[in-house]
């Protein structure tokens, strides 16, 4: 089987516009770069191919595998957990973005995670498509975890094991407490295992490669080679080494060192952030000979992060035909904007102004001398236009918003945007669209982005935010209007030291769900007396709710995050705090059920 993926050319067209339904992956054949962008720059055809995907070879030696590991090492950020709704959601907008592994998750960290990734296995390791992604399950080298991780992933067309262990002299004698020997063993053993199992695409990363000895390093990776791996990831865990460093390791794991068999596996980078590098050792990796890339959407991830999808993917595409020898992948681009405000939303990680790519600076500007170039020909200025990446600048559009637009007009402007809402999600945006025009005379792009995040980008719905009222007669006081799951109403009210602490006492006296408030943030979307406010909270469940960390095998309490947006920051406020507490309602309520069936399984006699 075969689809279509993007690769450098160096012919230009007009840019075709087209839509694509929420559940179903796009394919396009045309190019996305417009004509301001053109000159010297080359255009991206997608008429070409996806090579069929066999675990351990690549027929076209060009092609670059995007490994997207944002729902498993991008939830590992303070903060950033995500529901099984919501990962299903972003599972399901990185098919559509074209990535070729999704690592779903680490299911032995908790029955939580381990349904998360059998869900997305079955779903979107099973969608009716020309492009079908590998899902990946994360494993330790032990026995459980690597059943656990097959048990998940095993309903996906292509099912893959990532399994691994830590291989420099600081971590065998400081946390595994293990000699060489031993590690070798457990590798290749736990390999073996996996192969055992029916899983014939097994990836093995030796932890904190950067820092092992080569020697060490290159004799397990020959021996995981005998043993069946199909994938070498390299990671560099602490993002120690420099560029030119990075690419000698992969030039030398792949070329120079003659370790049989590797001409037989595919070479794989993971790159953490720690000295800002990851993105550039990423591209160094590649082109020293890697042709697997691990990055996640916003670079969001353990510590300073990791590669940036976003970064590699638009490096790659500008750069591929001059630079890097004619490499390619098969993102579909215009997705990108999409993936990154979901992904921002779901974990609550704000992106800040000035990232690459998708930050909202990324395509500004203020200089008059810049300016200047930018009436006269884009291309003085970007080297990227944002149509891209699926952004529309809001003096390009034709279409002004307000009070009197109707759902076509806002389904429209939103597809602009790169948001394609259908459905309930789109009746329940017009509402909220029209309380705000009917209160603010210019409707900008921001405005309905914020809106946007606060009403679809939302988790399950165990309480719903009816009505807020506050006073300040003297004591600050709040009244608050919920509804719960069945329709049923609750008002309670409250005081406190100011507006928003009285409302966040009046929700607690309705739920009675004990939490920490850990983090609240305030902005204002636009400027302007009207402005609408976003409110990101941050809280943790007094009653901890933990899980397994998946480097360290450490119990790890779980933080959840919420959003809200409102002209009223007492509302914004409150919708922010309603938002949090239902992903952790969510989160227990599947671990009590996913108790109560355990307990109700009899056990089998032998």
Wanted: proline share 4%; net charge negative; charged share 20%.
């Amino acid at each position: 089987m075969t689809s279509f993926a993007c690769k450098p050319s160096s012919i230009i067209s007009q840019p075709t516009a087209a839509a694509f339904p929420a559940r179903r992956i796009p394919l396009r054949a045309v190019n996305l770069i417009n004509q301001s962008h053109a000159s010297s720059q080359f255009a991206v055809r997608c008429s070409v191919t996806r090579p069929e995907y066999i675990p351990n070879r690549i027929s076209d030696p060009k092609y670059v595998r995007i490994f997207d590991t944002t729902l498993r090492d991008g939830e590992q950020s303070p903060g950033a957990t995500m529901t099984t709704k919501e990962k299903l959601d972003v599972a399901r907008q990185l098919a559509r973005l074209g990535v070729d592994i999704i690592e779903a998750g680490f299911p032995a960290a908790s029955e939580a995670d381990f349904e998360g990734v059998k869900l997305i296995a079955k779903e979107v390791g099973n969608v009716e498509a020309d492009h079908v992604p590998v899902i990946c399950g994360l494993a330790r080298c032990n026995i459980r975890d690597i059943g656990r991780a097959w048990e998940a992933v095993k309903y996906a067309k292509k099912p893959r094991i990532h399994t691994f262990i830590a291989t420099s002299e600081i971590h065998l004698n400081f946390k595994l407490k293990m000699t060489p020997e031993q590690v070798i063993e457990k590798a290749r053993s736990m390999v073996a295992y996996a192969r055992s199992l029916g899983c014939n695409d097994v990836e093995f990363s030796p932890e904190d490669a950067g820092r092992s000895d080569r020697e060490f390093l290159y004799k397990i990776l020959g021996e995981v080679i005998k043993a069946g791996a199909t994938t070498l990831n390299i990671p560099d865990t602490v993002g120690y080494l420099l560029q030119f460093e990075f690419g000698k390791l992969i030039a030398d794991i792949k070329a120079v060192y003659p370790t049989p068999g590797i001409e037989n596996v595919i070479i794989s980078t993971h790159c953490q952030n720690d000295l800002g590098l990851a993105t550039a050792n990423t591209l160094a990796g590649v082109q020293a000979g890697a042709r697997q890339l691990e990055v996640t959407i916003n670079g969001i991830g353990e510590g300073a992060g990791n590669a940036s999808l976003e970064e590699v993917v638009m490096a790659i595409k500008f750069r591929g035909s001059q630079a890097l020898d004619g490499l390619y992948t098969g993102i579909s681009t215009e997705n990108i904007i999409m993936s990154s405000k979901m992904v921002e939303e779901c974990t609550g990680l704000h992106v800040q102004p000035h990232k690459a790519i998708v930050g909202a600076n990324a395509f500004a500007h203020e200089s008059g001398i810049h300016q200047d170039g930018m009436l006269k020909n884009k291309s003085t200025y970007e080297i990227i236009s944002p149509e891209d990446i699926g952004l529309v600048r809001s003096n390009e559009s034709g279409i002004v918003l307000g009070k009197l637009s109707g759902r076509h007009a806002l389904k429209a402007k939103m597809l602009e945007l790169g948001f394609d809402i259908e459905g309930r999600e789109l009746d329940d945006l017009f509402s909220r669209f029209k309380d705000v025009a009917g209160n603010k005379k210019n409707i900008t792009d921001d405005d309905l982005v914020a809106l946007v995040s606060d009403e679809v980008f939302q988790p399950a719905l165990f309480w719903k935010v009816e009505a807020v009222s506050c006073g300040t007669l003297g004591l600050s006081t709040a009244t608050v209007k919920l509804i719960d799951a069945n329709g049923d109403e609750h008002v309670s009210c409250s005081v406190g030291t100011g507006p928003v602490d009285a409302a966040y006492k009046a929700v607690d006296l309705i739920i009675k769900v004990p939490v920490t408030l850990v983090e609240y943030s305030m902005n204002a979307v636009t400027e302007g007396i009207d402005a609408i406010a976003t409110t990101r909270v941050l809280i943790r469940c007094e009653d901890s709710v933990s899980t397994t960390h998946a480097l360290t095998g450490a119990p790890m309490t779980r933080a959840f995050s919420g959003s809200g947006a409102s002209m009223d920051i007492v509302i914004s406020s409150v919708r922010a705090c309603i938002g949090a507490l239902n992903k952790l309602l969510g989160y227990t309520s599947r671990i009590k059920t996913e108790n109560v069936e355990t307990a109700n399984v009899l056990p089998v006699s032998r």
